[in-house]
Every structure is written in structure tokens, then in C-alpha cells.
């Protein structure tokens, strides 16, 4: 293997300079209060494609992983299984406002292929866990111990053909977000 | 306003084939009190050769160049272009005393009136609709203006020159610093490319109706020129220059 | 290919309403992308640290990649490095013998289109499914992407409707985006859910923590990933960043950048593999360390592969991605691609006009890396024998007054005096599309020295 070689030809070529750090850790967040960072967070989860709403409009009876019994019934499903799933419900850990992501990590799902799988994804944040930035987000998140971690900002989509915007490309057709 | 001693600096291809752009270069910055020195050995930057990767062949030039302008308080080139090659390339020469004066000192008509001469108001007549062409080297290279890619505050040195003008009308474009794809030798070896952008440049002029094109650089409006000539088409190109000597000073 | 840019160009142009469409759709995605970029008070600042960010990185290279490593096996993933593209395949090769895998999906990865990795595999018996969109279309086309973000822009969906057609069975006819865009869900769908082995590129790779990351709007590197057992990632050695928290200022350039969205729909990081899944990141070298040791050309390595100097570029826009001929298209390919053995042309296929250093989002001098790899190309003698003798002779007539005034007399006379035919012959590239500029009577030179109005006025 080349591990060896290939370390061996950057410390030889790389450019001399000090162990220095780049990391400008004093950003300082907007100061947006946490209506602004609501209604950002609205503005530009739509502007992705998502969709704000409430369970009691929902067109459709979601499958709700908020419910432990339903995580664990899930957990070892089949792929076939989890491929009839028409909707779901997720609770999100936090969102961003200046883009209307929301994170997800292992703990909030039985597997990790479900908010991509279902045609439907609903997610519901606490309309207080909204950041202003990725800044934000990122001094949030904590990987350790955990395996896989995603912010979704909307429902899938592709552009692909002539640049024309179309949802549900591979994973799910609509994103709704209940606040 | 204070006097300077300048060199003027009229880039080949002005000297060649567009010496009314010299000439009014020349008038415009004596009637502004300025002593005037035309170098009169003077040649070429170099620009042509290094652009098309011979910059070595170019040392010659290069050091020609600097003999003839060293010891000038400013050199004043009605060429964004060129100042940027000066200021910019002439790097790979020995930073002598007299190199690093001469690329300081160099300066573009427009960025010299405004920044150095701080002037405010020529007092021009130009009733015409006019569209900027803010060139490449000038606008990101000299920041000459503000580029349309960078976040920042919206300025350009050629539009304050020109909008105190009594009659001009300013045309707003589509695209408002997209290159013309003159390029310099580009035009030659890119031929098919370099026409292309040059005609959607002229024709979002045209789009606006503008009746002139101008800009600090001739070098663009040479190429813009040809292709207007080859279409026959009735926009005009004039080097700002010319039409900042319209003044009543 | 071996025709030139030029000649590429040339043909490109020939189909003029197809070049404006192509022109006018990626200024589209530029405009998006002022207008999100617009939207960031802080954008110069956070270019500005993006790019301390990246210098960092490459001067701290070696030690950010054993702590990448290090951290990613203690996670559970099994780390693999590759010298070269011949060794990349055949790390790729073993992995998939020793999963027995058949069924094999890839979202986008620009490193394994640069190591030929699909068409390796294919020699050996393997077949990969592409399932980006874009990626899909053309591997059906078999032709290489135009672009690295929007790999199919070329097509117009009437072409993209023939290929589904045959394809995929697809009504004949049938171009609406939204109908074809199903019929690939679709047909992706069941290859996602066959998969045994997921291969993705990687955006970041994160030396602190061992995570990858990978953006995506369609969610194809998920599907891919989440269902396969077997889950590999490939990147370049120079996607590292240190810290978790460089993450905020990455992900909130690339999109913005790339499309003009704030971010893209799934920004995933992958840690550790699934229960009783594989998990394995091959970081590969392929020239890259060798670009390390050059002061002049290392910034390229700083390229986080948005596509944003492409869409901005006036050339690219009107020549298209595969007049290149060099996988990465564009400005930034014109300085990744190893000239001085291949592609010698592609420096000069640049007005040098500079946006693309403007719109960087790492503020790599695109432009004045063009320039540079001009000067040693005609150092190095890849240029051709003619253009560097005209130019010595150019070199020894600008260097002195006389012969320069020789040459414009000349040029003054011949565009004055030479018949038209003579003038406008085809070795006169100049003359294709445009006039000669008009010879004047004199000279400003011939003008100064009769008139000499300083003398005039100070005497």
C-alpha cells in the first residue's frame, strides 16, 4: 500500500509554514431573536421546496418514528419494507435559519435510509431549536458516538434535464416541517 | 490642482492605428496643468508576448520601457490593460529603484483623474446614449470599477467620469462586466470564440441602444469595432478619452 | 480527443442558438449565484477564510491526513491509500472481489471519472451503475460530463427523451423533464435496492472528527449508501479539512457557489458503517502530491469542485465542456490538467478576463495561474515551433525604437495599401469575423513630432 510513499512526498513537497491555524472561531452569529430565525427559517425552507404545516392537514397517516415502539419495529425491517413507506414522521434535532436545514442523526432514526426512502418526509422542530447559521450548527453538533448525521433542506431534486427544477428525484417527493 | 511631470504612455497598437486617442489624452491632461513628456523612443509593454506565454522574450521590452520612463512623477496610459501589465508583470524584471517607480507610478487615465488629480467635473457636452465597456484587466485587475462577481460596494471610476456629462444618458447592460473576448492574442488564437463573445457584447449594447461604446481601453474597441464594421452595423466605439476632451476647460 | 480547443470551439459554435442556449443557462446559474452569495453580508470574508483554511491544509498535509486516518479506523472504517489511478481501481477492484459484489451504484465523484474507474471496471467484468441524474444520462450516452455539477448540460431533453426511449422504454417523444425525471426514479430505485456496494465521492473529510461528507440534491448518495451493506468513499487527498467547525464555512460557500442555493438538500456525514455493514474511505494521491512542491501551481489543489468559475466563465459558456478534452472542463481544469504532457492548449483557451478568480470560492487566481502556465509551456517548448519564433521576432522588434517604428509603418501600409483578398487570407484569424482596424495618416508618434504641442507650450 502507499500510505508510506505518499506521506513521505508531502512532508518532502509540502510548503514550509508553521503548525497555524486558519480557524476564525470568534465569529459572531446575527444577532436575529428567534422569531427572525423562525421566520428565516420558513422563508428558506420553501425556498428549497419544503413545506411548512401541521399534522392536522396532513393528506396522509405517517408512520411516527417519534414513538419508540415504532423506532424498535422498524430498526431491522426489511429494505422491501421500508420501501412501501408512503410517509413519516421524524423529530429533527435543531434547523438552520439561513437555509432552512434540519439535522438528523442516528438516535432519530431506525435506519438510516428512511428519510430518504419514504415518498413523504415530515419532520417536526421545536420552533425554539433554530440556529442563525451553518457556523451555529456546526459548534452544535456533537459526532461523537454516533455514526451518521444529515441536514435535509427539502425534498429531493434534480436539475438535471435542461436546468428545470423537479422534486423527487431519488429520495422523497415532499418535505413537510411541522413547527 | 497640483502639477505633476508625466510621462505619457501611448500603447502600440494607439500609436499604430489610433492616434486621436494619444492626441486627446495628450490635450485633455495639458489642460488640466499638467506637464506632458511624450518619451518619444517609446514601444510597447510587452503585453502581447507575455499574454501569449513568451514573457522572457519580453524582458527586452520590459527593460526598454523602464528606461524610458523612469524618473517621471506619474505615467499616464489612456490603457487599463496596459498600466495592469506594467504594475502587475513587470515583476519578474530585478526590482531595481527604477522598476519599482516606474510600476508604482504607472497609472490608467481614468483611475489618474480621479484618484491622483481628483477631479470632479470636466465640464463636458456629450448628448449621446453610451453604454460602458468596463475591460477585463482594467475592471478586476486595477479595480477600476466594481466587479459584478464581488460582494461589495458598486463604484466605477469611468461612470463618475462620465455621468456629470451634460446630454449623456448611461445605458444599464444585461451583463454588466462580461469580457468582449478581445483577449490579446486570444482574438487570434481563439478566433471563433473571441468573435462570438464580441458580437453578445455589442449586441447588448445594441439591446439598450446605445449609440457609443466606450471604455479606457482602445484594445476592446478595436475588436468591437471590427466586428461592427464587418456587420455594418451602426453602433460606434470611442475611447473615453476622446470624449472627456469635449470639456470647455 | 485530439483536435485543440480552437477547433473544438469552432465546431461547438456552429450550431449558434444551441451555443446561446448553452450560454445563456449557465448565466442563469451564475445570476443565482450572485444573488445567494448577495445574500451573506460576510462573503468576501468567508472566501477570504476558506481559502486560510485550505493553506492551512496543505501545509499541514501529512499530519491532517494520518489524524483523518486515524480517527476514521477508530470509527470502524477500513482506510485504503492510492499512489495512482492504476492503484485506485485496483483497491476498488479488490474491495468489490471480496464482497463477490454484482450490483454496484455511484453517486457523483469527479475522482473516479479522473482514475477512469468505470471504464476500468468494465474491462474487468463489472458493471456501475451512475446514479446521479446527469451522470445516468450520459453513462446511457456514453459520454463524458460537460460539467462537474451539472454533468449533462449540454442536452437539450428532447435528446434526453430519445435515450430514456431506448433505454428505458419511455414514450417515444416524451421530453417533459418531470416525466423522465420519474422514469429514472424508477429505474434507480430498483438498482438502489439490488446494490451491495455504494461508492461515493467525498466534498470534505473532517481530520478531527474521521467523518466524510457528501452533498447531493437528489439524495442519490444516501440511496445508494443507506442500502447497500458495503459503503465506499473515494477522495482526493487534498479534501481535508481540520475541524468540524471549518464544516459552517464550506457548506455555506459550496452551494451558494455551485447553484445558487443556500445549501444543497443533503449535506450527509458518514461515520461508521451500518450494523453489520462495511464502511471504507480510499484517499488517493494521483499528481496530487507532486503539485505540492510547486509554490507557483499548489492554490489549484485548494479547488473544492463547485463549478462556479465554469457557469462564469465567457469561453466555457461558449464552447462547451468537452471542447477541452480534459475531464475537468473550464478555467479550473485548464489548471488541474498535467500540461506538459497533455493539453497544451488549454491555458490559451482564456481571454485571461479573471471573473473566475472573482467568483472562487476559495480565492484561488485562476486566471493568473493561466498565465503562468503559458510562460513555462513555451519555456518547456509545448508550444508550437511557429508561434515561438513569431514571437522571439516580435520580442527583438517591440525591444527597440526604430524597429518598432519599422514594424507599425509596415502594418500601416499593408492595411492600407494590400488588396483586400491579399489582407483577409485565411491565415489571418483576425480577419474571420472582423475588419482591420483603418490605417491613419501618421502615426501618434509621426503626429508628436511635428506637433509637439509640450514643446510648443512651454516655450
Known amino acids: ?179 | 490642482m497640483k502639477q505633476y511631470r508625466i510621462g505619457l504612455f501611448i500603447p502600440c497598437y494607439i500609436d499604430m492605428f489610433y492616434p486621436q486617442v494619444g492626441i486627446a489624452t495628450l490635450e485633455l491632461l495639458q489642460k488640466l496643468g499638467q506637464e506632458v513628456v511624450y518619451p518619444d523612443k517609446q514601444t510597447c509593454c510587452g503585453q502581447p508576448l507575455a499574454n501569449s506565454g513568451a514573457e522572457k522574450e519580453a524582458i527586452a521590452t520590459y527593460k526598454h520601457f523602464v528606461a524610458q520612463f523612469r524618473g517621471f512623477d506619474y505615467i499616464v496610459t489612456p490603457s487599463g490593460s496596459c498600466a495592469y501589465h506594467v504594475r502587475h508583470h513587470f515583476d519578474i524584471l530585478e526590482q531595481t529603484d527604477d522598476v519599482r517607480q516606474v510600476r508604482e507610478n504607472t497609472f490608467e487615465l481614468c483611475e489618474f483623474l480621479t484618484d491622483i488629480l481628483q477631479v470632479e467635473d470636466l465640464k463636458i457636452k456629450f448628448p449621446h446614449r453610451v453604454g460602458l465597456h468596463q475591460s477585463c484587466h482594467g475592471l478586476r485587475g486595477l479595480k477600476l470599477a466594481s466587479a459584478s462577481e464581488l460582494i461589495e460596494q458598486r463604484y466605477s471610476k469611468l461612470r463618475r467620469l462620465l455621468e456629470k456629462a451634460e446630454g449623456i444618458e448611461l445605458i444599464e447592460l444585461d451583463r454588466p462586466d462580461e469580457c468582449c473576448g478581445f483577449g490579446g492574442t486570444f482574438s487570434i488564437f481563439e478566433p471563433d470564440v473571441s468573435v462570438k463573445m464580441g458580437r453578445d457584447r455589442i449586441a447588448d449594447h445594441e439591446r439598450h441602444h446605445a449609440e457609443y461604446i466606450t471604455s479606457y481601453d482602445m484594445s476592446c474597441l478595436m475588436h468591437m469595432e471590427g466586428i461592427i464594421r464587418r456587420q455594418g452595423k451602426a453602433i460606434k466605439v470611442i475611447h473615453v478619452a476622446e470624449i472627456l476632451n469635449r470639456n470647455s476647460l | 480527443m485530439n483536435s485543440t480547443h480552437a477547433e473544438n470551439a469552432a465546431q461547438f459554435l456552429a450550431d449558434e442558438p444551441r451555443a446561446n442556449w448553452h450560454d445563456e443557462t449557465l448565466w442563469i446559474v451564475r445570476q443565482k449565484r450572485d444573488k445567494a452569495a448577495a445574500n451573506i453580508p460576510e462573503w468576501e470574508r468567508l472566501r477570504q477564510q476558506a481559502s486560510a483554511i485550505k493553506d492551512e491544509v496543505l501545509a499541514n498535509l501529512d499530519v491532517y491526513l494520518e489524524q483523518f486516518e486515524a480517527a476514521a479506523i477508530k470509527n470502524g472504517a477500513t482506510v485504503f491509500w492510492a499512489a495512482d489511478a492504476a492503484e485506485f481501481n485496483q483497491i476498488m477492484l479488490n474491495i468489490i472481489r471480496r464482497h463477490k459484489a454484482k450490483n454496484i451504484v455511484k453517486s457523483k465523484s469527479m475522482l473516479t471519472e479522473e482514475c477512469g474507474l468505470n471504464r476500468f471496471l468494465q474491462s474487468q467484468g463489472v458493471e456501475v451503475v451512475d446514479t446521479d441524474l446527469g451522470e445516468r444520462i450520459i453513462q446511457f450516452r456514453h459520454e463524458a460530463p460537460s460539467h462537474i455539477v451539472l454533468p449533462a448540460i449540454h442536452l437539450k431533453r428532447q435528446e434526453i427523451g430519445e435515450t430514456f426511449h431506448e433505454k428505458l422504454g419511455t414514450e417515444a417523444g416524451n421530453s417533459d423533464p418531470t416525466y423522465l425525471t420519474r422514469a429514472a426514479r424508477k429505474h434507480l430505485r430498483e438498482k438502489f435496492l439490488a446494490a451491495e456496494i455504494a461508492i461515493t465521492g467525498v466534498n470534505f473529510a473532517v481530520a478531527e472528527t474521521g467523518s466524510v461528507v457528501v452533498c447531493t440534491n437528489e439524495g442519490n448518495a444516501d440511496m445508494g449508501v443507506q442500502s447497500a451493506p458495503v459503503q465506499i468513499h473515494c477522495m482526493g487527498l487534498e479534501k481535508i479539512l481540520p475541524r468540524q467547525t471549518d464544516l459552517g464555512v464550506f457548506t455555506r460557500l459550496l452551494a451558494r457557489n455551485a447553484t445558487g442555493q443556500a445549501v444543497t438538500s443533503y449535506t450527509s456525514h458518514y461515520m461508521q458503517p451500518k450494523p453489520e455493514g462495511a464502511m471504507y474511505i480510499v484517499i488517493v494521491d494521483n499528481g496530487r502530491s507532486a503539485r505540492l512542491a510547486n509554490p507557483k501551481y499548489i492554490q489549484s489543489l485548494k479547488c473544492i469542485r463547485c463549478g462556479g468559475c465554469m457557469n462564469t466563465c465567457p469561453v466555457y459558456r461558449r464552447s462547451g465542456g468537452h471542447s477541452y478534452g480534459y475531464v475537468i472542463p473550464g478555467p479550473i481544469g485548464s489548471i488541474l490538467a498535467p500540461h506538459t504532457h497533455h493539453y497544451p492548449d488549454l491555458p490559451f483557451a482564456s481571454s485571461l478576463c479573471g471573473s473566475c478568480s472573482n467568483v472562487c470560492p476559495v480565492k484561488i487566481e485562476i486566471h493568473e495561474q493561466l498565465y503562468h502556465w503559458r510562460q513555462d509551456l513555451m519555456q518547456h517548448r509545448q508550444t508550437s515551433w511557429l508561434k515561438r519564433m513569431a514571437m522571439k521576432a516580435t520580442g527583438i522588434a517591440l525591444s527597440g525604437n526604430r524597429r518598432y517604428n519599422t514594424l507599425g509603418a509596415v502594418a500601416r501600409w499593408a492595411v492600407a495599401h494590400l488588396p483586400r483578398k491579399l489582407l483577409y487570407l485565411p491565415v489571418n484569424t483576425w480577419g474571420v469575423g472582423r475588419e482591420l482596424p483603418q490605417a491613419p495618416q501618421q502615426s501618434f508618434k509621426a503626429w508628436y513630432k511635428t506637433n509637439n504641442p509640450s514643446k510648443k507650450q512651454t516655450s
Open chain 1, 1 to 179: 500500500m502507499s500510505k508510506k510513499t505518499i506521506l513521505q512526498a508531502i512532508r518532502r513537497n509540502k510548503p514550509q509554514s508553521t503548525m497555524q491555524s486558519a480557524q476564525e472561531d470568534n465569529y459572531r452569529s446575527p444577532s436575529w431573536s428567534q422569531e427572525e430565525c423562525k421566520s428565516l427559517f420558513i422563508k428558506n425552507l420553501q425556498l428549497q421546496g419544503g413545506e411548512i404545516g401541521t399534522l392536522a392537514e396532513l393528506q396522509t397517516q405517517p408512520v411516527d418514528f417519534t414513538r419508540e415502539d415504532l423506532r424498535a419495529e422498524y430498526a431491522n425491517a426489511p429494505l422491501e419494507k421500508l420501501n412501501r413507506l408512503e410517509s413519516v414522521l421524524i423529530e429533527g434535532n435543531f434547523g438552520v435559519a439561513e437555509n432552512g436545514a434540519i439535522w438528523l442523526e442516528d438516535k432519530d432514526l431506525p435506519q438510516r435510509i428512511i428519510p430518504f426512502i419514504t415518498q413523504q418526509l415530515i419532520i417536526r422542530l421545536h420552533p425554539s431549536a433554530i440556529v442563525a447559521t451553518m457556523h451555529d450548527a456546526y459548534r452544535k453538533i456533537n459526532l461523537t458516538g454516533t455514526g451518521y448525521g444529515v441536514f435535509i433542506s427539502g425534498p429531493s431534486k434534480t436539475a438535471d434535464i435542461e436546468q428545470c427544477l423537479v422534486y423527487g428525484a431519488h429520495g422523497a417527493v415532499k418535505l413537510t416541517v411541522i413547527l
